[in-house]
């Protein structure tokens, strides 16, 4: 009896580790995988795809195999998970250099997946059939479930203690249990040890390695040559990169895709900040995004009380690092800073904003999309006056068809009575101020932005001529986001299947 405790035991300790082992390596993959394939929302759905893939596969081969054949697996497995992440990305970065194919990117994802995953899936339905069958097995099932599950949430609460750090001190606590899990599943010191020394090797020179071997995707994968890596962490929502030139120039990259770089900042700051700010003058100013706090010098000489909400401590810690030192915003006490998602803080908040900047990337996945939508611009209206202002960047150059600034400009259409669009030639993309009853004119604008940028440079569509330019757009709106997924799908397809 004593033996068959102890047995049972030693199983639910191997199951809890498994299921810790299991939500780490999902995090690990998913991460590394869409930051390698450029993060818009399909690309998000097709990896986490992949690693599910992985897993249902373990589980049909599970009970296929005999034990020697999933020992021998188990330990190839376990010893190739010493190389993560580093091996695939020095993959990623053969394959760009031999034809940029997609489908071996594809192989590549779903190789790996099946080596993060499988091999976690097999434990389960071996450990609850074991020699029985029937009633017995159904009782295991009920609990190593539950134990494996308890292990997949005490993984994810490791997995948050790891935001906003470098990727090393996860990559070691993952080592650990997957040291543990060997010698429980195979009881073999040596080979135990062996795996044990290997990796104590391995830690040496992790963070070195890992900044390396992500600084080299960029100079390959992107084609940024003489590019090199300054700051890399995982956030609670991206995998956040800071990246520098030669020449200084500094670039803010999202789960791989490029958010901003420095030498753009200028311009965007001045034109949808500095330009509704100083024709406005707010008594209260809100500013959504602008994880770089770079904005925020732009509007407070112009507002009696100015609010930032940004979601993503992650990228607020790299903004004020990288672009925005923090001695630059001491002593601005109208400022506060709350981090929060910019839709949860207007729907609970009861103040009244003059003017609210949207500071947020292009809608490339459906979480940004939201806040580009008519029912979000709604929302804003809501927390305005007749004359507040909304101003919007709109990832492009607005023209007449059904692409990402008309789709946009048509949602803040619905939303409010006025639309004016700013096209910048040096900023090349457009700027949209909304409100219900516009307090500048076309001439306001047009005067303050002349000495920014030489006017010939500039465009300025006033809110009569909008409809003209919104005649083949499709607004966006909750229920059309699955646009968001077929932009993201043709451009996966252009980027990595056509010629």
């Known amino acids: 009896m004593k033996r068959v405790t102890l047995q049972l035991i030693r199983e639910c300790v191997l199951l809890f580790l498994v299921g810790i082992c299991l939500s780490i390596a999902q995090f690990l993959m998913i991460r590394d995988f869409v930051a390698i394939l450029y993060g818009e929302e399909v690309v998000i759905v097709l990896v986490t795809a992949a690693f599910f893939t992985g897993l249902s596969i373990g589980y049909v081969l599970s009970r296929r195999l005999s034990r020697s054949v999933f020992k021998y697996l188990f330990l190839a497995s376990i010893f ?74 005490v993984g994810f609460i490791i997995i948050g203690w790891s935001w906003n750090k470098v990727l090393s001190p996860l990559l070691m606590v993952y080592w ?18 062996l795996f044990a020394a290997l990796a104590i090797g391995a830690s040496f020179g992790l963070d070195a390695r890992d900044m390396k071997s992500t600084e080299l995707l960029y100079q390959y994968k992107h084609g940024q040559d003489d590019i090199a890596l300054l700051y890399s962490i995982n956030s609670p929502y991206q995998k956040v990169e800071v990246l ?27 034109y949808i900040a500095k330009v509704p700010a100083k024709l406005t003058q707010p008594e209260r100013a809100l500013i959504i995004g602008n994880g770089t706090l770079s904005s925020v010098s732009k509007v407070y000489p112009y507002t009696r009380k100015l609010t930032s909400v940004e979601l993503d401590s992650g990228v607020l ?38 003017l609210v900047i949207m500071d947020i990337p292009s809608p490339l996945t459906v979480q940004e999309a939201i806040l580009h939508t008519a029912e979000f611009y709604k929302l804003v209206r809501s927390r305005m006056d007749e004359k507040g202002v909304i101003a919007v960047q709109l990832s492009g150059p607005l023209q007449q068809n059904n692409r990402t600034p008309a789709r946009v400009t048509a949602a803040l259409a619905m939303a409010f009575k006025e639309v004016m669009v700013l096209d910048s030639e040096e900023g090349d993309r457009s700027f949209a101020y909304a409100s219900d ?23 300025i569509i006033p809110p009569g001529d909008i409809p003209f330019y919104l005649v083949k757009a499709e607004a966006l709106q909750i229920d059309t986001l699955d646009l968001v997924l077929r932009r993201g799908w043709e451009r996966f397809m252009g980027r990595y299947f056509e010629d």
Request: charged residues 20%.
């Open 80 to 153: 190739i998970h010493l190389s993560f992440p580093f091996s695939y990305r020095y993959l990623a970065v053969f394959i760009s250099n031999n034809g940029d194919s997609g489908a071996a990117y594809m192989g590549l994802m779903f190789v790996y997946a099946l080596l993060f995953s499988s091999m976690f899936a097999c434990f389960l339905p071996q450990l609850v059939h074991g020699e029985d069958d029937g009633a017995d097995s159904r009782q295991r099932l009920k609990i190593f479930y539950s134990v494996e599950l308890s292990g997949f949430v």
């Open 176 to 193: 650990t249990f997957l040291t543990v899990i060997l010698y429980l599943a195979l009881k073999n010191r040596i080979l135990t040890g």
């Open 244 to 270: 520098q030139k030669p020449n200084g120039g500094k670039y803010l990259y999202l789960d791989g895709l490029q958010n901003l770089n420095s030498s753009d900042l200028e311009v965007l700051n001045y």
């Open 317 to 354: 810690k790299a903004g004020q690092l990288f672009f925005t030192p923090p001695e630059t915003l001491q002593g601005l006490d109208r400022w506060d800073l709350i981090i929060d998602d910019g839709k949860h803080f207007l729907k609970t908040s009861k103040e009244k904003f003059d």
């Open 437 to 459: 009853k516009l307090p500048f004119t076309v001439a306001d604008v047009r005067r303050i932005a002349a000495s920014f940028e030489d006017e010939d440079s500039l465009k």
